[in-house]
């Protein structure tokens, strides 16, 4: 069943379907060309074998075939098409070592690239392309990345994944032209690989959560191939001198004094000569207090007369000039060309702290160090996942935290560049070219969900097609309970809307409210908000909706809802008069607590709530009181906001 929402008074036209999959790729070309006519694959296809260095992207292009079912012809059949995998500099165009130029035409596809890398890349293009009656829509298409850093970072020093999980999502992360894992392994919770020297530092005493699950050296040399075979980047991190009490735990003594500096020395040591090769090491150095200001400038030079080139956090410890910066507080500040510095950003790219549609919008929008491009000093950007939180299962991060429709948003930008400058959490108004330009995006990130991660966590509904109306301020004196009129006639001709928004998820004030700004333009405590839009469903009959009144950050020790509440603020919902009840929560009241996992607390790691709609309009009222902006303690902020979107997997 197919259900439109609607504003009150405004409609909305769906737009047409598109006739190529090739018009939705992700990330989205540089320059696209559709070409005239068809390269018919009916009687196979030959794939041309040229250098030796490109035997694994031959392998891809057979797989690539055989996955359309196209018959792959020995290369001595002559009239059949050929796929040619060429490696040369296109001196006519502006080119980075990533770079392609893929051509399907009548005689068959060739990809020109300067590298195996950009080889690799336009066969991850090719791959998203369709076949309409065994044929190929003839296409050329130049490309390059905006950014020679595109990150993903994996937090299995809190939270371990097993290594299947982490090819899944290396699998992905090389579908869409990201090239650098990071890995956090060391934690104050746990050191999760194995050590030949010291193999107590990974006894399950010694650890906090996920009591002695680590990674052996074979698993570990086998996730060094997995990422070279996908080019991508293995960037380990061996947090110091912070995140250090599982080593503390262990050798007591703690990492900043003499004997400490002597063992992380061997470990490094160890690493090195174990796994030869990796040009990059992780150092951390963030959230510590320095007890020996001589810690790190001496483990830097050790770990760079080791063959490293360092990166560390930023603020974090006294890092040395030549450390590449990792930049994740503060607001957005451009990343100048000037100085020596060279730098990462990761500044509110944290998803872990983000609701799941809010995760979309936040990362279609962001501006890489506030430049379009990446510069000398600037590399490019990681996108990071800190389940600060325990989890139940490994899975369950990815519902949490909307992994994969996250990938998908930031390998559109990190390689396209540009953005919006500042930090946005909703969807811009309706007839602004914001948001033509993210409900064009929104389509292809649905349809990528549908044909190639239909088998994937991938929290994430269609939400442009929702539109509101705010009506406010109401003052409430501090009492959340207060009602008003509206709540009796929500679509009164008296009530006049003070704004329209967009948005399954619409944030009113974000927690950090200073830079990131909500859709009220000067949100005042002690007021209530009413939001209200109109449904049309085709039939009366119970329908899934998404609902939530907070977004419970994976990295916060925040409380679980009181029993019978939706929120702490008093929030309620009604839909054609009647009030919708909060789940029956099962942690009702919970007192936060990292160790103890959220179970139903988001919308979406639970089961969507049931509710019945009339065939028609049916009418949609919320309130949205808010007292004081100052949560109870840190670890309860107040972020104002809603989320309410019909959800069903198939539909969206």
Not at 9 to 19: A, K
Request: aromatic share 12%; glycine share 6%; charged share 20%.
């Amino acid at each position: 069943m197919r259900y439109i929402v609607f504003i009150f008074s405004c409609f909305i036209i769906l737009s047409g379907t598109t006739t190529f999959a090739q018009d939705k790729l992700i990330p989205q070309p540089i320059h696209i060309e559709r070409g005239l006519g068809f390269l018919d694959l009916t009687a196979g296809i030959r794939i041309e074998e040229s250098s030796a260095s490109l035997t694994k992207e031959h392998q891809l292009a057979q797989t690539i075939f055989e996955g359309w079912a196209i018959t792959i012809r020995d290369q001595a059949v002559e009239n059949v098409p050929a796929v040619k995998l060429v490696l040369a500099q296109d001196t006519t165009a502006d080119q980075s070592h990533e770079s392609y130029h893929l051509q399907v035409h009548k005689e068959g596809v060739k990809i020109t690239a300067p590298s195996p890398a950009g080889i690799f890349y336009g066969l991850q293009t090719l791959r998203q392309f369709t076949l309409q009656n065994r044929k190929l829509a003839v296409y050329e298409i130049r490309d390059k990345p905006a950014f020679s850093w595109r990150g993903f970072l994996v937090d299995v020093g809190r939270n371990y994944q097993p290594l299947s999980m982490l090819k899944e999502q290396i699998d992905v992360m090389a579908r869409y032209k990201l090239n650098v894992l990071h890995f956090h392994f060391t934690e104050d919770i746990a050191w999760r690989l194995s050590s030949k020297k010291y193999p107590g530092l990974t006894n399950a005493k010694y650890m906090t959560r996920w009591a002695g699950d680590f990674y052996t050296e074979a698993e570990f040399r086998e996730l060094i191939a997995y990422c070279a075979d996908h080019h991508i980047l293995l960037l380990p991190e061996i947090d110091m001198p912070g995140h250090s009490a599982a080593f503390k735990r262990y050798f007591s003594v703690d990492m900043q004094s003499d004997n400490g500096i002597i063992h992380i020395k061997e470990l490094l040591e160890e690493f090195a000569t174990t796994y030869p090769g990796l040009p990059y090491l992780h150092i951390g150095g963030d959230e510590v207090k320095i007890t020996n200001k001589n810690f790190m400038p001496e483990i830097t030079r050790f770990v760079e007369e080791l063959g490293y080139k360092t990166v560390g956090w930023d603020p974090g410890s006294n890092l040395m000039s030549q450390t590449i910066r990792q930049l994740w507080m503060g607001g957005p500040e451009a990343v100048p060309v000037q100085g020596e510095m060279v730098y990462i950003d990761s500044k509110h790219l944290y998803i872990n702290h983000m609701d799941p549609l809010e995760t979309v919008t936040t990362l279609f929008f962001r501006r890489i160090g506030e430049q379009d491009a990446g510069h000398r000093n600037l590399k490019g950007a990681i996108l990071c996942s800190w389940p600060d939180r325990a989890v139940a299962a490994p899975k369950d991060m990815f519902y949490q935290n909307a992994i994969y429709p996250s990938l998908l948003t930031f390998a559109e930008r990190i390689w396209q560049g540009g953005g919006k400058s500042g930090w946005v959490a909703n969807i811009p108004a309706v007839d602004t070219e914001g948001y033509t330009s993210f409900r064009e995006f929104e389509e292809r990130l649905l349809d990528h969900r549908q044909r190639f991660l239909s088998d994937k966590p991938f929290p994430y509904a269609r939400q442009t097609d929702m539109q509101w109306e705010l009506i406010g301020p109401f003052d409430n004196n501090g009492a959340l309970s207060q009602s008003f009129a509206i709540e009796t006639d929500p679509f009164s001709d008296t009530l006049e809307p003070v704004k329209t928004v967009v948005g399954g998820t619409v944030i009113l004030r974000h927690w950090w409210a200073d830079i990131i700004p909500g859709v009220i333009d000067n949100p005042e405590p002690n007021t209530t908000w009413y939001a209200r839009t109109k449904i049309w469903s085709d039939e009366t009959g119970s329908k899934p909706f998404w609902i939530g009144f907070d977004n419970l950050s994976r990295s916060y020790a925040s409380d679980s809802p009181a029993s019978g509440t939706w929120d702490k603020r008093q929030s309620k919902l009604w839909v054609n008069g009647t009030l919708i009840e909060p789940p029956i929560w099962k942690q009702a009241g919970q007192k936060g607590e990292l160790e103890i996992p959220l179970i139903d607390e988001g919308y979406s790691f639970r089961e969507p709530t049931m509710i019945t709609l009339k065939k028609g309009w049916n009418n949609v009222l919320i309130k949205l009181p808010v007292a004081s902006f100052k949560g109870a303690d840190w670890q309860n902020p107040v972020k104002w906001m809603f989320t309410f979107i019909p959800y069903n997997v198939d539909e969206n």
